[in-house]
């Protein structure tokens, strides 16, 4: 069954060009002009991942990402202006699963709906990974810290899930590139460090009270296991 992405673009000609390029590789395509349509066609049932333009009227691209991760995880690509740093930072922090910029590659914008729609149906790695007080469960795309659910998107659960399989080890950047989004890293691009510091943010500190991931600079990142901590 072929899977359905939303476009919300108020770019009609730009939904509509992408529209028939998607939908010549084997996706349904829906799409939505404003960011209220964008909401309302989000929450409706069939929609496997949205691509989502920045700016649109009625509500925004961000406003409309603060408002759709309240209670769903559903993937999402941004879609920023070229050089707008700060609007694709903001996305990344409000938990978009990856961004291109515009004018985009319909290519490369179908390379990336698949990663992201792939890693999203796929678990990797063994199916319940136990660090001290986390519990991932890679078939359900679940985490629970001491029995409480913890929302997390797809590209987040990713990196996690990638950290949590070495406790421990530092995880190159590159490795968690391919892990988490499918592709290569870029000169300037700090996806994967947003998709990190929103991991500590919800996941707070460990059971010692110190941070859970440590960054070591030029490398990657490391899942911290304190005293007595296991996998």
């Given at each position: 069954m072929p899977e359905t992405v939303l476009i919300a673009d108020d770019d009609v000609e730009l939904c509509q060009l992408l529209g028939e390029y998607l939908e010549q590789e084997g996706f349904e395509v829906r799409f939505a002009h404003d960011g209220e349509q964008a909401l309302a066609q989000a929450a409706a049932p069939g929609v496997n991942a949205m691509v989502l333009d920045i700016m649109m009227p009625r509500r925004n691209g961000i406003?409309?990402?603060?408002?759709?991760?309240?209670?769903?995880?559903?993937?999402?690509?941004?879609?920023?202006?070229?050089?707008?740093?700060?609007?694709?930072?903001?996305?990344?922090?409000l938990g978009a699963d990856d961004y291109l910029p515009k004018p985009c590659n319909p290519r490369e914008l179908v390379a990336r709906l698949r990663a992201v729609l792939r890693r999203a149906s796929t678990p990797g790695g063994p199916a319940l990974v136990e660090v001290e007080d986390l519990q991932l469960d890679a078939g359900k795309?679940?985490?629970?810290?001491?029995?409480?659910?913890?929302?997390?998107?797809?590209?987040?659960?990713?990196?996690?899930?990638?950290?949590?399989?070495?406790?421990?080890?530092?995880?190159?950047?590159?490795?968690?590139?391919?892990?988490?989004?499918g592709r290569e890293p870029v000169r300037?691009?700090?996806?994967?460090?947003?998709?990190?510091?929103?991991?500590?943010?919800?996941?707070?500190?460990?059971?010692?009270g110190e941070p859970r991931i440590e960054t070591v600079r030029g490398i990657g990142y490391q899942y911290r296991v304190g005293a007595g901590g296991s996998a």
């Open positions: 406003d409309v990402l603060k408002a759709l991760r309240q209670d769903s995880q559903l993937p999402v690509i941004m879609l920023t202006a070229r050089g707008e740093d700060l609007d694709r930072i903001l996305g990344l922090e795309r679940e985490l629970s810290c001491r029995g409480e659910r913890i929302d997390l998107t797809s590209t987040e659960f990713s990196v996690l899930q990638a950290l949590l399989q070495k406790p421990g080890e530092v995880i190159p950047k590159r490795e968690l590139y391919l892990a988490a989004l300037y691009d700090r996806s994967i460090d947003m998709h990190v510091s929103n991991l500590r943010r919800k996941l707070g500190p460990n059971p010692q």
